[in-house]
């Protein structure tokens, strides 16, 4: 396949629309869609784009932190799906193949250090602090938010990417562990010692 620049026009819409699709399609519309692709259907190519973009992009800015650079990765992930559909079986629905696409592009891309060091979280409904009670009484929102910010970005990057699709994508961790390539047991052991981390460093910042 080629062109696949010109096939991919990302339009970061509402987490609420985008949400929709997604929720929507079934496997019988996975395996629709990845047939048309392999046939050269762009417009099926582009409804995949639109059904699971917003949560690509989710999943890549925490991880990665800065929005440009997550802008960047998110296009990279849907061209490497692009190029990569001859390899996807069928053995998982299409968001979890392309999770498992953005969330390696992401590891790497901390490990190569071109990132920033602060970012903020979309998610307005919750924060990590709800694990710590009694942590927050008299402070500032920002303030929390600053420092749960700082302590996620010290995380080593595969424990960041098991701490992000585990508590904020909420992915059961037989899945988690099916894209970073580990046991169930080590990884519920990386989310443990990641929450810990998270939980030290965040107490004694507001200490």
């Not at 696949?4 to 395996?31: P, R």
């Not at 046939?39 to 582009?46: K, L, S």
């Not at 590891?107 to 190569?112: E, F, M, P, T």
Request: glycine share 8%; aromatic share 8%; proline share 2%.
């Amino acid at each position: 396949m080629s062109d696949t620049g010109n096939v991919i026009a990302l339009s970061l819409g509402s987490d609420a629309d985008i949400h929709y699709v997604s929720e929507q399609m079934t496997q019988s519309d996975d395996e629709r869609i990845i047939e048309a692709c392999r046939h050269g259907d762009r417009r099926a190519f582009n409804e995949l784009v639109r059904g699971n973009q917003q949560r690509v992009y989710r999943v890549v800015r925490r991880i990665v932190q800065d929005p440009d650079d997550a802008m960047d990765i998110t296009q990279d992930v849907f061209i490497r799906a692009y190029q990569g559909l001859d390899g996807f079986r069928g053995g998982s629905k299409i968001f979890t193949w392309l999770y498992r696409i953005a969330v390696n592009l992401s590891i790497n891309h901390v490990k190569s250090g071109r990132v920033r060091r602060f970012f903020r979280f979309d998610r307005e409904d919750g924060e990590y602090v709800d694990h710590t009670p009694g942590i927050h009484e008299g402070l500032e929102r920002e303030e929390i938010r600053r420092s749960i910010e700082r302590a996620i970005a010290a995380l080593p990057a595969k424990q960041r990417a098991v701490f992000v699709l585990r508590y904020y994508e909420e992915l059961p961790y037989e899945d988690i562990a099916g894209m970073l390539g580990t046991s169930v047991g080590g990884l519920k052991a990386n989310y443990h010692h990641a929450m810990k981390k998270i939980e030290e460093k965040v107490r004694h910042a507001l200490s």
